[in-house]
């Protein structure tokens, strides 16, 4: 099993320009989601899915949509990059809500200039 | 949203030194999870505790939960470089064990 994938790796944007970051998991994972992490504020939640079709809004979803069509892909899309969105995206399953076992990517290194 | 302050946010021990980092909330979290994360990569689960006053021990690593689930604590017996990270802890809101609440983290260097 790769676990959970994230692509790209690093990204530079321009502001105003759109972008998809890319998650996947091969674990069969109900849960998804995604946080962002900032200096000095730890992790904070964007959105996150409980399943196929299925998606709600974390603590920090403004200027994010986030789709779940399959089971394995939980992408991130930025509508209209700014400055503030530069951080580090991470992409996390679990194998269902009420399950403790959390799994995370590698991370997407976002820079927004 | 439920807040967790860790503290502290920097430690900088010489190797065989303990240390303690706490985790304190004024809500009551449902569970606690602690993290490792090395640079460049995603944090790594360590341990969940579920019950309030639970102590759960890794290795060199002790973990608590406080009697009141609203506060907890690692402590790492006689540091090693290897154990130099960033740690967090992390709040479980209510049944959702995937939705949590993250504290600042605290960068532990340990020298040789």
């Known amino acids: 099993n790769a676990g959970v994938t994230q692509t790209p790796k690093f990204q530079v944007l321009k502001t105003g320009q759109s972008m998809t970051l890319q998650c996947a998991q091969d674990?069969?994972?109900?849960?998804m989601s995604w946080y962002r992490q900032d200096p000095g504020m730890g992790l904070r939640l964007i959105h996150y899915?409980?399943?196929?079709?299925?998606?709600d809004q974390g603590e920090v979803p403004n200027g994010y949509n986030v789709s779940r069509s399959t089971t394995e892909d939980f992408p991130l899309r930025l509508l209209s990059a700014a400055p503030s969105q530069t951080s580090v995206y991470f992409c996390?399953?679990?194998?269902?809500?009420?399950?403790?076992?959390?799994?995370f990517g590698p991370g997407t290194r976002l820079t927004v200039t | 949203t439920q807040l967790l302050e860790q503290s502290p946010q920097f430690l900088s021990i010489q190797e065989g030194e303990n240390l303690t980092v706490y985790c304190n909330s004024s809500s009551v979290f449902s569970s606690l999870q602690w993290y490792r994360q090395e640079p460049g990569e995603g944090p790594v689960l360590l341990v969940t505790?579920?019950?309030?006053?639970e102590v759960k021990k890794l290795k060199r690593l002790t973990f608590q939960f406080g009697d009141a689930r609203k506060d907890s604590s690692l402590h790492i017996t006689a540091a090693q470089p290897g154990d130099t990270g960033l740690y967090l802890c992390?709040?479980?809101?209510?049944?959702?064990?995937?939705?949590?609440?993250f504290g600042q983290g605290t960068i532990l260097t340990v020298h040789p």
């Open positions: 505790v579920v019950t309030g006053g």
């Open positions: 899915s409980v399943g196929a079709g299925i998606t």
């Open positions: 996390a399953s679990n194998p269902s809500p009420r399950s403790y076992e959390q799994y």
């Open positions: 674990m069969n994972h109900e849960y």
């Open positions: 992390a709040g479980v809101e209510g049944t959702s064990y995937g939705k949590l609440t």
